[in-house]
């Protein structure tokens, strides 16, 4: 039976009285990301099972409107983990997926029946990512489930010059993200995540208690799990400090422009944005 006031106090630093975890999603709330994987591999039938588990993901009007390139070739993966530069661990998972937002697809289906394609716009982008990630986060629940480890890669996009290449992405098809995979060498601490007071909003929107809110989170953040040296974002722009907790370095990053010519990148691949 599931100790819901432990896990929940394990995932947000406090308790939540009165709510109880069913047993059957208690898995979700235990949930840990795995940055370091064993050497052994994952069969195909078993990745097969999981990608159809993803396949069977909420879509956009049912128009699927993603796909996934899988990689197993340790020199390919070891090349992205070496543009990205900060995460060697990446070339230790046995497989790495990229999911993909896909218009291409769309694009052929009205060519096929002699049909214009006449929904290139931001919310055709807007529907892409978001069906591509709610197959990846199915995905990521499922191999969960089996006690595989998995690892979102936003940095993917960080080079997206080069990998789209790589992958041989044609017009119309870009990269949300990479996503290890593999098996757990062990498992990570959960990490802390804002209570849900600052997440969830009843009827309206209402962030007026925001900053005491964050006040109480980093300073139990920080007892639990204080950002490492290694982990401090621009520290060419912000000079490090010690006790800098979680809101600064949201804020250190987010005062930096990071990935500028996204826009100009899908502009290029065919998406109008308009």
């Avoid at 990630?133 to 995905?139: E, K, S």
Wanted: glycine share 6%.
């Amino acid at each position: 039976m599931t100790d819901s006031q432990a896990l929940l106090q394990a995932r947000f630093g406090i308790g939540l009285p009165g709510v109880e975890v069913p047993d059957a999603i208690s898995a979700l709330i235990d949930r840990r990301v795995t940055r370091r994987y064993t050497d052994q591999d994952v069969p195909d039938p078993l990745l097969d099972a999981l990608l159809a588990a993803a396949q069977s993901a909420p879509a956009k009007s049912d128009l699927q409107q993603y796909s996934v390139i899988v990689l197993r070739d340790r020199a390919r993966i070891k090349r992205i983990a070496d543009w990205i530069g900060t995460m060697d661990w990446i070339a230790t998972a046995p497989v790495f997926l990229v999911w993909c937002g896909d218009m291409r697809r769309g694009q052929r289906l009205c060519a096929l029946h002699d049909m214009p394609h006449a929904n290139n716009n931001l919310d055709t982008f807007l529907n892409t990512a978001v069906d591509c990630t709610l197959a990846m986060g199915q995905f990521m629940a499922a191999a969960d489930a089996i006690g595989l480890g998995t690892c979102p890669i936003s940095y993917v996009r960080s080079h997206i010059e080069r990998v789209s290449p790589l992958l041989g992405l044609p017009d119309g098809v870009y990269p949300v993200a990479g996503l290890t995979v593999g098996w757990p060498v062990f498992r990570r601490p959960v990490s802390m995540r804002l209570p849900p007071r600052v997440v969830v909003h009843r009827e309206h929107y209402d962030d007026s208690a925001l900053a005491d809110a964050i006040t109480d989170y980093d300073e139990r953040r920080r007892a639990r799990e204080p950002v490492a040296p290694g982990s401090l974002k621009n520290t060419d722009v912000y000079p490090p400090r010690e006790g800098v907790g979680w809101s600064e370095n949201v804020a250190r990053q987010l005062s930096v422009p990071e990935r500028f010519g996204f826009a100009a990148y899908l502009k290029t691949k065919g998406f109008d944005l308009a």
